[in-house]
């Protein structure tokens, strides 16, 4: 198991305590169109310049993303706010998991100045887990983009937030900053929700996507699962209608991948034409946007799909 040494998260800490008298599990062999190159290029090293010197964490890195070498190629990083620790333990992620440290004021300011600094005009931001805050964080996921605003006023802003379990208000709070695109990731089937995702619940996670929706109508709403982790094509199917139900435009699917050994096993690979298919349903279901790949992420090509949203709302609108 993978140990990090930064004092953020403590010295030679492992990074999922919880998971580390867990049996190991079988690690399946890659097929060929998942595998990625390492990153080499030049503007991959400067996002990695400007990402450290703003002392800023990424769910690029921290999720150990296979996307990485081509999203920071193009200078596009997803940031990921209000510290490098989890209070949940999904069994698919690999964002360490403790008692994380109290929010950095500063913080807002130093993502503002990255946003900037790499001339984003898609910015993303997410966050762990915060159940050990009052508002879950969702403060600072405004202050963040009231800062963003205010540096950068031409830059889209896209949130992808924790699901704000029991912390009354919080969604409110991020809506009335102005993000362009609410995004919520139900991860998963619910029937996998008591292995893969034990810390939340199916239902408040979509009833929050419906009620971003019901709050803010003009702005979109996203949401993505994993497949791989032991759904039927059935399950897939009846989220995509719950989504639908909600009010979600956007959809994303993606193959899961295993972090470690002590994580949940890939069940499946899916091929790239069986992604093909599931696309074809979601937008026979309706779905504004459509996005499914063997590599796909909620934040993968997230600026160029945000202008697709808007032109594809454009020319759905009654004129
Ligand atoms: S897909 Fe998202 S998380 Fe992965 S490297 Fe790209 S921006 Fe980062």
């Given at each position: 198991m993978a140990t990090v040494f930064d004092q953020t998260k403590g010295v030679g800490r492992p990074r999922h305590p919880e998971k580390a008298h867990r049996p190991d599990q079988p690690v399946a062999r890659k097929p060929a169109w998942i595998r990625v190159k390492v990153p080499v290029s030049k503007d991959y090293f400067a996002t990695r310049e400007i990402v450290a010197r703003h002392r800023l964490a990424t769910v690029c890195e921290e999720a150990a993303c296979p996307n990485i070498g081509e999203c920071w190629a193009h200078k596009h990083a997803t940031f990921m706010i209000l510290?490098?620790?989890?209070?949940r333990a999904c069994a698919f992620c690999n964002v360490a998991t403790g008692k994380p440290l109290p929010p950095d004021p500063d913080e807002a300011e130093r993502v503002a100045f990255a946003v900037k600094e790499m001339g984003l005009k898609h910015a993303v931001i997410t966050s762990v887990d915060r159940d050990d805050l009052a508002d879950g964080g969702a403060g600072q996921f405004a202050a963040v983009i009231r800062a963003i605003c205010a540096a950068s006023p031409e830059t889209s802003i896209e949130v992808l937030t924790p699901?704000?379990?029991?912390?009354?208000g919080a969604l409110e709070v991020v809506l009335e900053a102005g993000p362009d695109v609410f995004n919520h990731n139900l991860e998963t089937v619910p029937g996998l929700y008591p292995t893969i995702?034990?810390?939340?619940r199916y239902y408040h996670s979509l009833r929050l996507l419906e009620r971003a929706k019901e709050l803010r109508p003009d702005v979109f709403t996203k949401s993505g699962i994993m497949v791989g982790l032991g759904e039927t094509r059935e399950q897939i199917m009846q989220v995509m209608d719950d989504m639908r139900c909600a009010g979600v435009e956007f959809i994303t699917i993606g193959q899961y991948l295993q972090p470690t050994r002590k994580h949940a096993p890939v069940a499946k690979f899916y091929a790239p034409e069986e992604f093909e298919d599931l696309a074809r349903a979601a937008r026979a279901k309706g779905f504004l946007m459509v996005a499914a790949s063997p590599l796909t992420r909620s934040s993968h090509n997230a600026g160029a799909d945000f202008e697709a949203l808007r032109r594809a709302r454009a020319s759905s609108s009654p004129s």
């Open positions: 510290g490098e620790i989890c209070t699901d704000f379990r029991g912390k009354e995702r034990p810390g939340a």
